[in-house]
């Protein structure tokens, strides 16, 4: 993943689009709408798995997901999400952890959350030269319980802080920043001070790229419904009118039918009736 390529296209005003995904079809899919980048969320946890929150989620977990994702995705660029637990030992954990997703996955490139070791492990993984996405604004790996996912940045301080985050991971080498919940008018600074890309997530208009996780976008996850997230589908809805017709279909005989069954010559059928 070359930096400076990324510098260009952003100087172009190239708007980037990335999706999550977590298994072969759905990276198919992604792949066939154009995406740019299909990321393998920690979201997983949450909208897969059925966990409360993305920190139980282990670093097999997503390995076993990337994996499945690599094998849907041909022209879209890869990026695996550094859990909890593959960073929580400190900078050499968090680099086996990113080799495994380039080496056993084969991702492109793997996403950092900001956190209270973020600087060691942002400098060590660039120094073995994997591409890194850094994350600021709601970081869902360090929540706190307290103050939940709430949006970040809204007092100066925090926006300052938040704006600083973004910086370190530039210039410490990150290929890219993702902004997570926080006010438009600092995205908006924050994009315009950065030299490489910002891809936002409830972070306004003005970033250089959206993302949104494919369960939301295709409203297959409703147990809640941020406000950032548009529905582009009814997925649950369409998937659970699905399965009551075949459920019906089955119940009152009309399913199988005869396009659906496998015909036997009749010929061989009465010779098997001899034989039987
Ligand atoms: O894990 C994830 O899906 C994410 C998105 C919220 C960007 O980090």
Redesign the pocket.
Known sequence: MNTQEFIRQKKRHKKWV?V?AYDTPTAEILDAAGVDFV?V????GMVVLGYPT?TGVTMDEMIHHAKAVRRGTRRAKLIG?LPLSGITKGAAHALESAQRFIEEARCDAV?L?WGRKTPEILRKLVRYKIPVMG?VGLT?QTVDPKSGFKVRGKSAESALTIFKQAHFFEKHGAFAV?L?CIPGPLSRVITKTLKVPT?G?GAGRFCDGQ???FHDLVGLFTRFKPLHVKRYAEGRLIFEKAVSRFSKEVKNGKFPDKRHSFQMDPKEFSRWERLL
């Open positions: 990335m999550t990321l969320g920690d979201s997983v993305t999400d996403k959350e994350h869902p993702l997570e891809i997530i993302v949104l996780v």
